[in-house]
């Protein structure tokens, strides 16, 4: 074999402002810079990251810098919102962010760094964020009506109006009012439960939708299901959505841009923007335009895997 044919080491995954992909169509996907903002818009940002930096610990002799100096934009869509996939090897702040955005310690505050959503720095949790876990978070002790209800309840809402509310979110979330108002958690498969925390979050009408790998407990059939769900709820609600996932593919179909993060300590590598879901996620992922982006990205998350394994 010549020197030509030999196959060639697998780049490591720079910043996005030297990124030589930046333009690059892949697949249903095109490569962006990801600093860059349209300079006539005076609107303020949804959610704004400016060199942020998280280490945990700091100064101890345990130590660990989850995220290093990232920056992002994400503008206001008004009447639409925006849905982030993020993506990342494991490890690589993935949730820091996440949390950063929501207000949660010990995530929050940065060590370094601003935070601000709609312009203002992020103090803590609010009502403008809401966030739906991985892990099934009901109150085991209340029914699905009373779950869905809770955040309405300790903002005062009258009984009669939450309890309406609830009625209707539950339906919007694919649950039968009559047959599951009145279960309680442990009667509820687990895609069920997570419809739950869905409508739990969306009744209080939040401006940032936070999803920590949501459906990662699900089966693959049940998740397909959650995928189409999720976008047609978010496409009512005209949030902003930013949704982590180890899931390539439905970072793919549910994001309009997708932001890959770097081996730990995370920096953002690549951002792409992506053709938005108008079919179903069983018949989209098959296409052949989209297994183009899944392997570009594939391809670079596995750089990074072997790069931190290699210790570089």
């Not at 439960?193 to 209080?204: E, F, P, T």
């Not at 978010?234 to 390539?248: C, D, L, M, N, Q």
């Amino acid at each position: 074999m010549n020197e030509s044919a030999q196959p060639q080491p697998s780049k490591q995954i720079g910043s996005a402002t030297d990124n030589e992909d930046i333009g690059k169509d892949v697949g249903v996907a095109t490569v962006v810079a990801s600093d860059c903002v349209d300079a006539e818009d005076d609107r303020v940002p949804v959610v704004e990251f400016s060199n942020v930096t998280k280490t945990y610990n700091a100064g101890g002799a345990n130590a660990f810098t989850a995220i290093k100096d990232v920056s992002f934009v994400v503008q206001d869509k008004p009447d639409e919102g925006e849905f982030i996939g993020v993506l990342g090897p494991s490890g690589c702040g993935k949730s820091t962010i996440l949390k950063l955005i929501a207000g949660l310690s010990p995530q929050h505050p940065p060590t370094t760094g601003s935070v601000k959503v709609l312009g203002k720095e992020v103090v803590g949790p609010g009502a403008d964020r809401g966030m739906v876990f991985q892990d099934y978070t009901s109150f085991d002790h209340r029914t699905v009506l009373e779950n869905v209800t809770f955040g309405l309840e300790c903002h005062g809402v009258s009984r009669a109006i939450r309890e309406e509310l609830g009625r209707h979110w539950i339906e919007q979330v694919g649950l039968d009012v009559a047959n599951d108002a009145s279960k309680y958690p442990h009667e509820l498969s687990g895609g069920m439960r997570q419809r739950v925390a869905i409508a739990r979050s969306l009744i209080l009408k939040p401006r940032v939708i936070l999803m920590d790998e949501p459906f990662g407990a699900l089966d693959p059939q049940t998740r397909l299901n959650m995928q189409d769900l999720l976008v047609e709820l978010w496409r009512k609600v005209e949030a902003t959505v930013f949704f982590v996932t180890h899931s390539i593919e439905e970072a793919v179909y549910l994001g309009d841009r997708v932001y890959v993060l770097s081996s730990s300590p995370g920096t953002l590598a690549r951002e792409l923007e992506v053709e938005p879901p108008n079919r179903p996620a069983a018949e989209m992922q098959r296409e052949q335009e989209f297994q183009e982006t899944i392997f570009y990205l594939r391809d670079l998350i596995a750089a990074e895997e072997a790069l931190k394994q290699a210790g570089l």
